[in-house]
């Protein structure tokens, strides 16, 4: 037998439904985006949410971010640099994509790149059509459940789907991504 390593990668979406708890939902995302600084192929790419319930969860993002590695993560214990020179080129060039409403800041020296929240972002940037491994998190706007899964399946099948929602239905969605 050979001992294999198998990498596996994908843009996986992430759904923020009118209906759930912002905070818990801010809570779960921030922490599978930015944990080490984002090098992490489960983390969700990309958030589509509806227009009515963008800023609040932006805010209850930045209030994680806060929570998590104080108002300047550059000088958490807790928070990592990129792995390689090369990776901290190719996000730090994401962040050109949209609009920087959280985060934003780098440092060459230490490979740093703060957790990031992006909106504006055009289905055609760069950052939506390649994998991140980075803490940089674009929120697109969508008008509904069936206009997210629409846009999901336009996609490569991602390795996971993250869904947040009080609607049973919403959870128990039949169509398959």
């Given amino acids: ?21 912002l905070a818990v939902a801010a809570h779960r995302i921030a922490w599978a985006r ?4 984002g090098q992490n192929s489960l983390a969700p790419e990309y958030i589509l949410c509806h227009l009515d319930i963008r ?4 805010h209850e993002l930045e209030m994680c971010i806060h929570e998590f590695y104080g ?15 090369d990776q ?8 050109s994509c949209g609009q920087v409403v959280i985060g934003g ?25 390649q994998e991140i ?19 999901i399946k336009k996609k490569d099948r991602p390795l996971a789907v993250y869904v947040y929602s009080n609607n049973t239905q919403v959870i128990l969605h039949q169509d398959t991504v």
């Fill in 1 to 21: 037998m050979t001992p294999v390593s198998l990498v596996l990668g994908g843009k996986n979406p992430c759904y923020v439904d009118k209906s759930c708890d």
């Fill in 34 to 37: 930015f944990i080490n600084a």
């Fill in 55 to 58: 800023d609040a969860l932006i």
């Fill in 71 to 85: 108002k300047n993560p550059q000088y958490s214990p807790h928070y990592g640099r990129m792995a390689s020179f």
């Fill in 88 to 95: 901290y080129r190719r996000v730090k060039d994401f962040l």
């Fill in 105 to 129: 800041q780098t440092d060459d020296s230490e490979r740093y790149i703060a957790p990031t929240v992006l909106i504006d972002v055009n289905e055609s940037d760069p950052i939506m059509k």
């Fill in 133 to 151: 491994l980075g803490p940089v998190l674009p929120i697109l706007t969508i008008e509904s459940l069936e206009k997210a899964i629409q846009f």
